[in-house]
């Protein structure tokens, strides 16, 4: 009887040292998978964007981040943020009144060929094919998506072709005249000099950075403000005639002095200056349609938006797709 006891005992010790270990064993596999989780599946599935009810996931986004990164215009992951807003902004107002745009299946994939060829006038079909294959590959996009872009570029394109029949051929425009260094100090020794009573188109001539602007003393001919950078416009179209302004930044690295020649209230714009407005006319639109949605940009960290770590992150991802993309060759 005591053996048996004692027997029962056992099995019941050897049973809970069983369903201890299997918890214990549950209890790691719980963090761990929670550890991996955390690292290597929720960063990919925050959502980075938000516009009204519609959220943009940072999985996407990466994607998007890998296609532009290569691209000379392209201004890192916050302005990447702000085209896509731009984007999907398109895709809702443009398809309807008063726009009442569209795109074809067939126009998506003429444009889509009009790329491959490369300035070719011809490619084969299974040419075509090889290069679709390329670009899904390495954007890692998928077929949807990728065709989705393209129809995303074209409605773009028919936006603005839209908005420049509709937009004024008349302007304020001021005949401009600019002299530009490379450093704060040597922008402030030019303005000595004027400051002394030197002439500013003799000292346009002999002091321009470039030769272009040497030779014909830092003359950029009439413009409108959309046509110029915007401390520029600023400046040039409160600028006094023929007084010289104060220097100021254009950028990091190039400081100015602007003469304004002449002033036009109402002034024809030229062939030149459509075709570069046009380029700005819907980014223009696009900024007066934000302020009739919700967009938000959000990061890693609740609350944060986008942050410098979230940058950070992001860049990081980029160099490990890259060196995968590498290694594959």
């Keep these: 009887m005591k053996y048996k006891e004692n027997k029962e005992e056992t ?25 991996i989780y955390r690292q290597e599946i929720a960063p990919f599935e925050t ?53 009442n745009l569209s795109v074809t299946t067939e126009e998506i994939e003429a444009e889509l060929k009009t790329v491959a060829r490369r300035g070719s006038d011809s490619i084969t ?21 990728f065709e989705e872009l393209t129809r995303t570029n074209l409605l773009r394109q028919k936006l603005s072709d839209y908005l ?20 704060p100090e040597e922008i402030q020794k030019v303005w000595q000099r004027l400051d002394a009573g030197e002439d500013f188109f003799e000292l346009a001539k002999e002091l321009n950075s470039s030769v ?17 950078n915007p401390r520029l416009a600023q ?3 409160h600028q006094e005639v023929g007084m010289p302004s104060k220097p ?28 570069r407005q046009k380029i700005g006319l819907v980014e223009q639109w696009a900024s007066k349609e934000f302020q009739y949605h919700k967009i938000s940009y ?7 938006g986008w942050d410098s770590e979230t940058n950070a992150w992001a860049n990081w991802q980029m160099q490990r797709m890259n060196s995968e993309t590498e290694s594959d060759k």
């Design 11 to 35: 099995k019941r010790s050897t049973l809970l040292t069983i369903l201890v270990a299997l918890v214990v064993v549950l209890l790691i596999g719980s963090i761990a998978g929670y550890a």
């Design 47 to 99: 959502v980075v964007l938000r516009i009204d009810e519609k959220e943009l996931k940072m999985r996407y986004f990466l994607k998007r981040l890998r296609m532009s990164q290569n691209n000379p215009s392209f201004g890192g992951p916050p302005n990447l943020l702000g085209m896509i807003a731009q984007e999907e902004i398109i895709k809702e107002k443009a398809t309807k009144a008063p726009y």
């Design 125 to 145: 079909e299974n040419e075509y094919q090889e290069w679709y294959r390329q670009q899904i590959n390495q954007s890692q996009l998928s077929k949807s998506e």
């Design 164 to 183: 420049a029949v509709r937009a004024p051929t008349v302007a304020e425009q001021v005949h401009l005249h600019m002299i530009i260094q490379k450093s």
């Design 212 to 228: 272009a602007a040497r030779e014909n003393r830092g003359d950029l001919g009439w413009q409108t403000k959309n046509g110029l």
């Design 235 to 237: 400046m040039a179209f």
């Design 248 to 275: 100021f930044p254009l950028s990091k690295e190039a400081f100015a002095i602007v003469m304004v020649k002449k002033k036009a209230a109402a002034r024809e714009m030229s062939k030149e200056m459509q075709e």
């Design 298 to 304: 959000h990061g890693l960290t609740e609350g944060n």
